[in-house]
C-alpha cells in the first residue's frame, strides 16, 4: 500500500513538473517572438522601439508582402510600413495617410499588390511608395531620413518624432 502512495505521488510531481516545464516553453516562445521584428497587418505589435532611437529594419526581412514596423515616439504608437517594389528596391512610408490621418483610420492594409487606405478606400499601387508625395497616400520616407546600408535600413528617430502628429490620433 506504501509504494502505491508512493508511486502516486511521483506521477503527481511528474505531472506539476511538466505543466510547470510547458509554462516556461510558452513564456519562452512568446519573448522570443516579442523581438522577431516586423508585425503583420493585424498582429499585436511587438517591435516597439524607443522615443528618438533609430528604427532598423532588416533588408532580408523585407518581402512583397507589406511589414510594419512599430515605433514609440514620446507615447505616441506609430508604424512605418516596408516592402520590396517590383524593381526590387525596397520601399518604406510612415504607414497613415496624408489626407486621412486625423480620421484615426487612416492607415493601409495590403490587398495584392496595391495598399488600401483604411478610412476612404483609395487604392494605391506598392510600386508609387515613396515615390508619390502628397494626396490620399502613406507619408513617404526619403533617403534624407534614413540611412541605408548592405544589411539594414535605419530610419531616423528625429524624422519620426518628429512626424508623430500623423498618428495622435490613430484607432487601429
Known amino acids: 500500500m506504501l509504494k502505491s502512495k508512493a508511486k502516486k505521488q511521483k506521477n503527481y510531481t511528474f505531472y506539476i513538473v511538466a505543466v510547470f516545464l510547458l509554462i516556461i516553453i510558452a513564456?519562452?516562445?512568446k519573448f522570443l517572438v516579442s523581438l522577431s521584428g516586423a508585425v503583420q497587418s493585424g498582429d499585436i505589435p511587438n517591435n516597439i522601439k524607443a522615443d528618438n532611437v533609430d528604427l532598423e529594419i532588416s533588408k532580408k526581412?523585407?518581402?512583397e508582402k507589406?511589414?510594419?514596423?512599430?515605433?514609440?515616439?514620446?507615447?505616441?504608437?506609430?508604424?512605418?510600413?516596408?516592402?520590396?517594389?517590383?524593381?526590387g528596391s525596397i520601399r518604406t512610408a510612415l504607414n497613415t495617410c496624408q489626407i486621412?490621418?486625423?480620421?484615426?483610420?487612416g492607415y493601409y492594409e495590403q490587398q495584392g499588390d496595391t495598399v488600401v487606405c483604411q478610412n476612404c478606400g483609395n487604392i494605391f499601387d506598392i510600386g508609387s511608395i515613396e515615390i508619390v508625395k502628397g494626396g490620399c497616400n502613406p507619408v513617404p520616407i526619403f533617403d534624407e531620413n534614413k540611412t541605408i546600408s548592405e544589411e539594414k535600413i535605419a530610419?531616423?528617430?528625429?524624422?519620426?518624432?518628429n512626424n508623430k502628429e500623423y498618428f495622435s490620433r490613430w484607432k487601429k
Open 27 to 29: 513564456a519562452g516562445y
Open 61 to 63: 526581412d523585407v518581402t
Open 66 to 87: 507589406v511589414k510594419f514596423y512599430s515605433y514609440d515616439a514620446d507615447g505616441t504608437y506609430m508604424e512605418v510600413l516596408a516592402v520590396k517594389a517590383d524593381d
Open 100 to 105: 486621412c490621418y486625423n480620421s484615426g483610420r
Open 155 to 161: 530610419i531616423s528617430g528625429d524624422f519620426l518624432n
